[in-house]
C-alpha cells in the first residue's frame, strides 16, 4: 500500500505530496493538468527510464519518493537475495540530476534499476484503458487460474518434485558427460598408468637413489681416501694417535704441576674420544661401500626413468608421480564401475521423472477444475460492464515439464454473439481489454495480494450505468485493497473516500501542476463541475451533493 508520495521538480510538478488513504482514492482534475504526469512521476518509482527533459528546474535534482507498506506482500526473500534491510515500511527513491545522471533507493540503499522494476512489480499495478498488459501472456493467465482454484499446495509439491528431477537429471548428464570424456582418453590414461605402476615408485626413494649413485660412482676413489685418512691416523710410527698419546702425557704431567691445566688435559681427551669415534664411523663405511659396477648401472637406469617421466609429466618430484598415478587410477576405476553408476542415475532420473508427472497431473486435474467456474464468473462480470454477449473458454495442452507445471493454456475470448472465442491478444480490443483485466482483477481481489492498483480513466467510453457498475467493483476490491482511481465521470469520482483535485497553478510566471485533498466542501464543488462546466448552476450543485450522498 502507497502510503505516502511525494515529487519534486518533474515536468510541470515544481513540489507535489499526497497520502493516499488504504482504500479508494480518487483523482480529478482539468484535461492537462497533471494527472498523466503524476502518473509518470510514480512510474520513476517502479524502475521506468528517466528522462532529463522532464526536469521542472533544469538546474536542479528531481527527487521521487514513495512510501510504502508492504508487510503483506511476502517480500522479504526478496529483500534477502538482494541484500537488503527488510522492514514494515519500505521507501523507495528516485533521483534524476541535471547532468542526466539518475539514481535508485530502496531504504537509503542504492539499488540497480532492475532490481528496482522488479520490486515495483509487487507494489503497485498501472493499468489505463490503452496499457499492453500481460493478460495474454499463458504465465500470467496460469498465475491467475493457480489463485482461482488455490493450488497453492500441489503447486509446491509440483516445484519440490521439478527441483528433485532437475537435480537427478543434472547428476547424470553430467556423469555421462563425462564418462564419453573419460572413455575417449581411457586407452591412454591406461597406458600412462601401466607405465607408472610398473616402476612401483616409494615416496623419497628419487633422493636415496642420487646418494646412492654419487656413492657407487666414486666408490674406488671414497674407499681408497677413506684408507689414506685413517694411515695418517692410525700409523704405528706417524700416525696422528701415536703422536696424541705423546700429547697427552704430556698434559697429564701438566696437570700434576698445576690445577689449571686440568681444562686443558680434558679438552684434549675428548678430541681424542671425537677423533677415535671418526675413525670407526669411516671404519665402518669402508665396509660397507663397495665397487659394484652392476649395481650402479640398475641405480642409473631407474633414475633415468624416474627423471624421464617427471619431464613427460611437467612433474618435480617422485611424491607428484605417485599422485598421478593414484589419479589415473581413479580414473580407470570410474570407467570399470560407470556403466552401473550411469544406471543407478539414469534408473533415479527416470523415478523422478515419475514422481514430477505425478505431481504435475496433480496440478493439472486442479486447474481445469477452475476452467468452467473462472469463464463463467468472468462472463457473468464483463455482462454486467456493458459486455452482453462477452463469452470466455479455455484451452488446454499437455507439455513437457516446466517450473510452472505441465500445463499451457490459453485464455479465450469473444465480445460478440455467435463468435467463437479467440485468443485475447487477436481479438480484444483496447477498450474490451480494459474492462477484462478490470473484471478479473475484481474477482482476484480476495485471492490474491493485489498491490495498489491504479486505473487511470478506466472509465473512458462506458455508459454512465457501466461506470457505475465499475466503480461499485472498485468499492468492493478497495475493501481489501488500495485504489487510486483517475476518473472525468462524476458519478464515479463521487464513490471515493479521498478526494484529490489536480489543477494548474497560473499565478506566477510558469504554469505548474499542484494537487490538493478536497474536503467536503470543495468536493461538491468539484463534482459539480464536472457535471456542468466551470460555473456550475445551482441545480448542478444539488446533483454534485445527491451523488456524494450516495456514495
Known amino acids: 500500500m502507497l502510503k505516502s508520495l511525494s515529487i519534486a521538480n518533474y515536468a510541470l510538478i515544481q513540489s507535489l505530496e499526497m497520502n493516499p488513504c488504504q482504500s479508494l482514492n480518487m483523482i480529478t482534475g482539468e484535461t492537462g493538468a497533471g494527472k498523466s504526469i503524476m502518473l509518470g512521476a510514480v512510474g520513476l518509482l517502479l524502475g521506468n527510464r528517466a528522462d532529463t527533459k522532464a526536469l521542472f528546474d533544469e538546474t536542479k535534482k528531481c527527487i521521487v519518493e514513495g512510501e ?38 530502496i531504504n537509503d540503499s542504492p539499488v540497480k534499476l532492475e532490481v528496482l522494476k522488479e520490486l515495483g512489480k509487487s507494489l503497485m499495478d498501472i493499468h489505463s484503458q490503452h496499457d499492453s498488459l500481460q493478460l495474454g501472456e499463458g504465465a500470467y493467465q496460469l498465475n491467475l487460474l493457480d489463485a482461482y482454484t488455490d493450488t497453492k499446495q500441489e503447486l509446491v509439491a509440483y516445484k519440490a ?4 528431477f532437475h537435480k537427478a537429471k543434472k547428476a547424470y548428464e553430467k556423469l555421462k558427460a563425462e564418462a564419453q570424456e573419460l572413455k575417449k582418453e581411457a586407452d591412454f590414461n591406461q597406458f ?8 612401483s615408485l616409494q615416496s623419497g626413494e628419487q633422493e636415496e637413489l642420487e646418494s646412492a649413485q654419487e656413492i657407487l660412482e666414486n666408490a674406488e676413489e671414497i674407499k681408497s681416501k677413506i684408507a689414506e685418512a ?49 675413525a670407526a664411523d669411516l671404519e665402518n663405511e669402508d665396509g660397507q661401500i663397495e665397487v659394484d659396477f652392476e649395481k650402479l648401472e640398475v641405480t642409473r637406469d631407474r633414475l633415468s626413468r624416474i627423471y624421464l617421466l617427471q619431464q613427460k609429466h611437467g612433474l618435480e618430484s617422485v611424491d607428484d608421480l605417485i599422485s598421478l598415478e593414484k589419479s589415473l587410477a581413479e580414473k580407470a576405476f570410474q570407467i570399470e564401475n560407470l556403466e552401473d553408476t550411469l544406471a543407478e542415475l539414469e534408473k533415479d532420473r527416470d523415478l523422478k521423472f515419475k514422481e514430477l508427472n505425478k505431481m504435475g497431473d496433480s496440478l493439472s486435474q486442479k486447474r481445469k477444475s477452475g476452467f468452467k467456474g473462472f469463464a463463467k464468473e468472468l462472463s457473468q462480470l464483463l455482462h454486467q460492464l456493458g459486455m452482453e454477449n462477452a463469452s470466455i473458454d479455455f484451452t488446454h495442452e499437455v507439455i513437457a515439464p516446466m517450473s510452472s507445471g505441465l500445463d499451457q493454456i490459453d485464455l479465450l475470448f469473444s465480445a460478440n454473439k455467435g463468435i467463437k472465442p479467440q485468443p485475447l491478444k487477436q481479438v480484444a480490443s483496447g477498450g474490451e481489454f480494459s474492462r477484462l483485466i ?9 485471492k490474491m495480494a493485489l498491490p ?16 457505475l457498475q465499475m466503480v461499485r467493483m472498485m468499492q468492493e476490491i478497495a475493501k481489501t485493497h ?63 451533493k445527491e451523488l456524494l450522498k450516495t456514495a
Do not use: W
Not at 518434485?161 to 528433485?164: G, H, I, L, M, N
Open 68 to 105: 510504502f507498506d508492504i508487510q503483506a506482500y511476502g517480500l522479504q526473500v526478496f529483500f534477502q537475495n538482494e541484500d537488503l534491510d527488510f522492514d514494515q515500511s519500505c521507501i523507495i527513491r528516485r533521483e534524476i540530476s541535471p547532468n542526466g545522471k539518475s539514481r535508485a533507493f
Open 161 to 164: 518434485a521439478f527441483s528433485e
Open 230 to 278: 685413517l694411515g695418517y691416523l692410525q700409523d704405528d710410527h706417524y700416525g696422528a694417535f701415536n703422536i696424541m698419546s705423546q700429547v697427552s702425557i704430556s698434559l697429564q704431567q701438566l696437570s700434576k704441576l698445576a690445577n689449571k691445566f686440568d681444562t686443558y688435559r680434558e679438552r684434549f681427551q675428548s678430541t681424542l674420544i671425537e677423533l677415535k669415534d671418526i
Open 452 to 467: 495498489t492498483l491504479i486505473f487511470d480513466e478506466i472509465d473512458t467510453g462506458v455508459s454512465g450505468e457501466v461506470a
Open 438 to 446: 478490470f473484471a478479473i482483477k475484481y474477482m482476484m481481489a480476495d
Open 192 to 199: 600412462q598408468l601401466n607405465e607408472l605402476s610398473s616402476l
Open 482 to 544: 488500495q485504489v487510486i482511481c483517475i476518473s472525468h465521470l462524476p458519478q464515479v469520482a463521487a464513490k471515493g473516500d479521498q478526494h484529490y483535485f489536480v489543477y494548474k497553478d497560473n499565478s506566477s510566471a510558469r504554469t505548474v501542476s499542484k494537487i490538493k485533498l478536497l474536503d467536503s466542501e470543495n468536493r461538491i464543488l468539484e463534482i459539480a463541475k464536472m457535471i456542468a462546466g466551470s460555473n456550475p448552476s445551482e441545480s448542478a450543485i444539488a446533483s454534485a
